[in-house]
């Protein structure tokens, strides 16, 4: 049975820093990319950055040079260090295993406001 288990958000005043953490388990987590997704109300989910198995990475265009994912594959997770946090970052964050399955953690909610 997979499990991914989302942990770290909060409220943060704009300008903030906050760091998610996602640990995994029933997956072989070293062979998969791992993703962070956020969902805002209204919204559909989105990407917002990725590392490879390979410790390749992409990110969303919107959080370039504020955001930074990576990974500890002896601790099955991956983590999203968010910096220079903006209102339009608060969302519930999610993280994922790259690829056509369904695992889906409870997701973690950000909120930046004042």
């Known amino acids: 049975q997979v499990q991914l288990v989302e942990s770290g958000g909060g409220l943060v005043q704009p300008g903030g820093s906050l760091r998610l953490s996602c640990t995994a388990s029933g997956i072989i987590f070293r062979d998969y990319a791992m993703g962070w997704y956020r969902q805002a109300p209204g919204n559909q989910r989105e990407s917002v950055a990725i590392i490879g198995s390979d410790s390749s990475i992409h990110y969303t265009d919107s959080v370039k040079g504020r955001f930074t994912i990576s990974r500890d594959n002896a601790k099955s997770t991956v983590y999203l260090q968010m910096n220079s946090l903006k209102p339009e970052d608060s969302a519930v964050y999610y993280c994922?295993?790259?690829?056509?399955?369904?695992?889906w953690g409870q997701g973690t909610q950000v909120t930046v406001s004042l």
């Open positions: 994922h295993p790259f690829g056509p399955n369904n695992y």
